[in-house]
C-alpha cells in the first residue's frame, strides 16, 4: 500500500507505499540540503493561483519521498526497502506544490518486466486482468499535507494521473492498495471496486485491500463533471480538470517529449468526441449519477 491521504476529515489515507528507513531517511535530508536552492525543481502541467501540479524533477523525488515518510511516521506505519527499483520510463510522479513548497505526490507506476508493488500480494489478481487483455498500471506513494490538501489538489492529482496512464501507455485498467478503512472512501468518491482481499502488507506491517476502476470510466467520469465543482456531483469527479484544462495538459506532455505525437491524435479525434456526447447529458444526468 503507498498513500496517505490526510487532507481533511473526508480523505482517508491512500496506500501505503514503501519508502525507506530511519537511516535512509536522514541520508535523504541531507542530499536535499546539499542540492543547490537553484536546482530545476520540475516541469508544470498545471499553474494554477492557488496552486500547480508538476512532473517531480531529481530534487522532487527526494521531496515527495520525504512527505510520504512524514505522512507515513505521523500514522504509525513502517518504512520499507521492499520495493523493487522501476526505470524512469516506468514510473512518474506527480506532485502538488505552491512555489517551492511541495505538499502533495503521487505516484504513476506503468507494467513493467518487474510488474507492480501490488504484484507482492496480488499477483494472482492482477495477473487475471493481464491474461484477459488488459494493459495495467497502479497508483502509489499518495501523501497529501492536511493543512494545503483539499478536495480540489486531489482530484486535480488523480486526473494527472489519470491523463497518465491514458496517454502515456494507454493502459485500460488501474489498480491501487488501500488501508480497509479507507475502502470506502474509494469506492464513494472515484468509483474503485474491491478486487482482492484484506492482506497482512510485509512492507509496511498493516492490513491491505486491492481495488480496481477502468481507465474508460475514469474518463467518461471526467468528460462529465471535470471543472464543474461541487455541485455537480459528491464524488472527486467535478474536482478534475476541465475539458480545456486536460488539453493543455496533454499539449505540455507532448512538448515535454512524454508522449508520441500518435499518442496526441485522440485528443483532436476521439476524445473531443466523448467530451461534446456527455457534454450533452450533463444537465439532465448530473443529479442521477451522484455517490
Not at 100 to 118: E, Q
Request: charged residues 25%; proline residues 4%; hydrophobic residues 40%.
Amino acid at each position: 500500500m503507498d498513500h496517505h491521504l490526510e487532507t481533511d476529515r473526508h480523505a482517508p489515507t491512500a496506500e501505503i507505499a514503501p519508502s525507506s528507513d530511519g537511516t535512509a531517511y536522514e541520508e535523504e535530508q541531507r542530499r536535499l540540503s546539499d542540492l543547490p536552492s537553484d536546482w530545476h525543481a520540475g516541469d508544470i502541467l498545471l499553474d494554477r493561483d492557488d496552486f500547480q501540479i508538476r512532473l517531480a524533477s531529481r530534487r522532487g523525488m527526494i521531496e515527495s519521498r520525504l512527505l510520504v515518510d512524514r505522512r507515513y511516521s505521523w500514522r504509525g506505519y513502517k518504512r520499507s526497502t521492499h520495493l523493487a527499483p522501476v526505470s524512469e520510463a516506468d514510473e512518474i510522479t506527480l506532485q502538488a506544490c505552491r512555489g517551492t513548497t511541495v505538499f502533495g505526490t503521487l505516484t504513476v507506476r506503468f507494467d513493467s518486466d518487474r510488474g507492480l508493488a501490488a504484484d507482492l500480494l496480488y499477483g494472482d489478481e492482477i495477473d487475471a486482468r493481464r491474461q484477459a487483455g488488459a494493459t495495467v498500471a497502479e497508483l502509489t506513494r499518495l501523501a497529501v499535507d492536511p493543512n494545503l490538501g483539499s478536495k480540489e489538489v486531489l482530484g486535480t492529482l488523480f486526473h494527472h494521473a489519470y491523463i497518465c496512464v491514458d496517454r502515456l501507455r494507454n493502459a485500460s485498467d488501474v489498480f491501487i492498495e488501500v488501508h480497509p478503512r479507507h475502502v470506502p472512501f474509494y469506492r464513494r468518491m472515484l468509483k474503485f471496486r474491491r478486487a482482492g482481499e484484506c492482506k497482512m502488507s510485509p512492507r509496511v506491517e498493516a492490513p491491505a485491500v486491492l481495488l480496481h476502476v477502468e481507465v474508460a470510466y475514469v474518463g467518461e467520469q471526467a468528460g462529465l463533471y471535470g471543472g464543474r465543482g461541487v455541485a455537480a456531483n459528491r464524488s472527486l469527479y467535478p474536482y478534475f480538470c476541465s475539458p480545456q484544462k486536460e488539453a493543455a495538459a496533454i499539449q505540455r506532455l507532448l512538448d515535454l517529449g512524454r508522449m508520441e505525437t500518435s499518442g496526441a491524435d485522440t485528443l483532436a479525434s476521439a476524445r473531443p468526441n466523448v467530451h461534446a456526447a456527455l457534454g450533452r447529458g450533463r444537465a439532465g444526468h448530473a443529479e442521477g449519477i451522484a455517490a
